[in-house]
């Protein structure tokens, strides 16, 4: 074996050194391991771990519901993912359901991520269903858990979506007890299952009140004449209980239903004069509906699903909820920061339709809940 001379040496031991160099700038590979707390995990480390996941699964979000179609898309194209999409017209019963059933088994059918009416988070948290997760933008989200165990995501208003000329256009809760109305009046859920049907009984209750509610006692008072009210309807034979949806609103079926302000200008735009609808704010009764975002307790992609909410959560996540006509939480930190565009913050009906809105508090929401579903088939069917 030749001797190396000192030139070769230096040589040799100059590529060395460039290659140690090299390897010690080299990013570090993601340290994936279980995640145990709440706090917001860094997004490159959050996307790295996701991506090694594989996918997302998710619940009871239909492309056309503030806008899901596009942000799932979206979070799939920006990060590389897959999605898992589980019965898009499940309810927030249904999603709760769903993580009991698959806790032990996770595989395809257990959802990572969910998206239920404010007033179910009581149970999600009582059963131990979620986990917590404090997302980058958290201290700018106004209703949240404090420990990061869910956050409201986006909020609309109950409106009248009426198919123009089929009915006449009413302008508050008690016109929908005329007699003109027999066989038209229809919910967009089942209230057993359904916030948005739940918030519907609980809305024409606050009508009734003739305020909206300041203590528990008023809101229970409400809840108690909503169901009246709808024992009314249906004993006018003006309920029709089947479940409205896009579908049965092209076809003339259900010529006026109740539904979240963003899923009815949707359909407005979607159907596109094929029929026409109208959508009216109520005079009385304006109830606002926030929906709250979480993460399966049980998540077989833990990773995947606080990706999704920082990503949700972010400025972008929550303008695709705006250009799906929902009100993103995050609205007022957005808009103090100049980053909503005008022609996205016109498409909202005017702000003055909203001025009365209510916005029930989470004790105020499980409580009515409780007492509407617990109490809907014996008072308003006589079963």
Known sequence: ??????????????????????????????????????????????????????????????????????????????????????????????????????????????????????????????????????????DTIPMKDPDGYWWAEYYGALVFEVIKGAVPTPTDWEDLLDPVYKGKVAMAGDVLKSNQSVQTVFASGISRLGKNPE?????????????????EVNAA???????????????????LVMEWDYLALANRDALAGNPELEIVVPKTGVIAGPYAGGISAYAPHPYAARLWWEF???????????????????????AARGVIPADLAAKLPPAEAYANAYFPTVEILGATKTYITDNWRK???GE
């Not at 008072?221 to 709808?230: F, I, R």
């Not at 003006?238 to 609103?249: M, R, S």
């Open 379 to 381: 008072v308003v069917f």
């Open 1 to 138: 074996m030749s001797k190396l001379n000192r030139r070769d040496f230096l040589k040799i031991s100059a590529t060395a050194g460039a290659s140690a160099v090299l390897a010690s700038c080299a990013p570090k590979a993601a340290t994936c391991d279980p995640i145990t707390g709440a706090d917001s995990i860094a997004l490159d480390t959050l996307t790295e771990c996701a991506q090694k996941e594989g996918s997302l699964t998710t619940i009871a979000l239909p492309h056309d519901w503030a806008n899901y179609g596009e942000i799932i898309e979206t979070y799939k194209t920006k990060y590389g993912m897959a999605v898992n999409e589980l019965n898009p017209d499940a309810g927030s019963a249904d999603e709760l359901e769903a993580i009991r059933a698959n806790k032990d088994a996770g595989g395809p059918q257990a959802p990572d991520v969910i998206d239920i009416g404010v007033a179910h988070t009581v149970t999600a948290m009582k059963d131990g269903l979620v986990a917590p997760y404090k997302v980058a933008t958290f």
């Open 312 to 334: 949700v959560m972010s400025d972008e996540g929550q303008l695709l909820y705006l250009k799906g006509y929902a009100h993103p939480i995050r609205y007022n930190d957005m």
């Open 237 to 255: 034979g003006n309920f029709i209980p089947v479940i409205a949806d896009q579908g049965k609103i092209a076809l003339g079926e259900t010529p």
């Open 215 to 231: 203590t528990m006692d008023d809101a229970m008072k409400a809840a108690e004449l909503g169901l009246e009210y709808w024992k």
